[in-house]
């Protein structure tokens, strides 16, 4: 059996590979240890100061049990990418372009630099035998759906809010006393599946996959708590990504209210709480309800320069603005020649979906680059 600790023997032919990963969330970072595995040096450019993308702002989830949101997964893998001497981070930089020659590429790469009169960009090269494009997802804005009054209603949060709330201070707590929830409220699909003719550009069609796990999530443990809140869930439909949302939902069954229907309107109500209004599918009438926090389950959208990475690289994109790939199957290539993409820029997923992924192209890279993948 193949220690997988341990690089394989007598692959000489990878020693002197380098590889350029555009983006180090968890997808790039995942590609970055398998390649590093391999003695590959791994550059990693990142536009932000910190590695972890939006994963590493997320907090652990579980009540009574593990409720499998891969958060402490997250957490391992960039400890574990600072210490290996293979990988070159690169905060706070961006590509401008690259060039494609005989035996790989080269890539222009500008850092910003802050000066004592104001910050400025420092550019370098970095020469790589292939370049995987992991540059994540931007999350949907909440303002779009002015109707539910986010940033307006204190207690009116989205659930990007909510994750960084529970890293934060290991509960979700309202942020007009920072007190518990005693009424809490998850509306779903905020922004998202709406497919009516005419569709208003800030209105995304598809499915983001990962809303329906991360609300039932929070919502189990709200009713599980010491002090146990009730909890709504307001829902087109439930959409069953991932492993073990099943067992998840049955759990949440027996202590969620799930109501389906999306809510029309959120206003303030005289006691400062947040009044709901939204038809009663079982009792076919407007129904206003009074809640004094609410989520908003909001989904995943291309990153504002996709395009211009889609430009620069010569990637193509699909029709909601994600990268595309040369067949459903294989999600990982281009078509470009030593040019692949892993993670949520290629679609929306989970945490594990993105890990599962970023080991599907490390171990592509490797095929290209004549090394020998361990499955």
Known sequence: MTDKSKPLKGNNQLLDKQVLILGAGIAGIT????????????????????????????????????????????????????????????????????????????????????RTTAPSRAGFRIGADAILVATGFKPYDALHKGEY??????????????????????????????????KAAFIQCVGSRYAQYDTPAHIRTYCSTVCCAYALRMANLLVKRENPAEATVFYMDLQNYGKGFNTLLE?????????????????????????LTYESPEEGKVVKEDFDLVI???????????????????????????????HPDQTTLTGRKGLFMAGACVSPKTIAASILEAEKAAGNILKYLGGVTRL
Not at 64 to 93: G, T
Not at 255 to 260: A, E, G, L, N
Not at 296 to 315: F, N, W
């Open 251 to 275: 759990s949440c069954r027996e202590k969620v209210r799930f109501i389906r229907t999306i809510p029309s309107e959120i206003k303030g109500n005289t006691n400062g709480g947040l009044q």
């Open 31 to 114: 590609s970055a240890l398998r390649l590093a595995r391999e003695e590959i040096t791994v550059h990693l450019v990142e536009k932000e100061s910190s590695p972890g993308g939006w994963a590493a702002t997320y907090g652990c989830k579980a009540a009574d049990v593990c409720v499998k949101c891969s958060v402490c997964v997250v957490a391992k893998k960039i400890e574990d990418f600072f210490k290996n001497p293979r990988i070159h981070f690169h905060p706070d930089s961006k590509l401008v372009s690259f060039e494609e020659r005989d035996s790989g590429f080269l890539a222009h790469i500008s850092r910003k630099e802050v």
């Open 149 to 182: 009054g986010w940033q307006l209603h204190p207690n009116v949060i989205t659930g990007l809010e909510a994750e960084q709330m529970l890293l934060e201070k290991g509960e979700i707590l309202k942020p007009s006393d920072g007190k518990p929830p005693q």
């Open 296 to 326: 908003l389950s909001i989904g995943m959208e291309p990153r504002d320069d996709a395009s211009l990475i889609a430009e620069t690289l010569g990637l193509n994109q699909n029709e909601h603005g994600f990268f595309e790939s040369i």
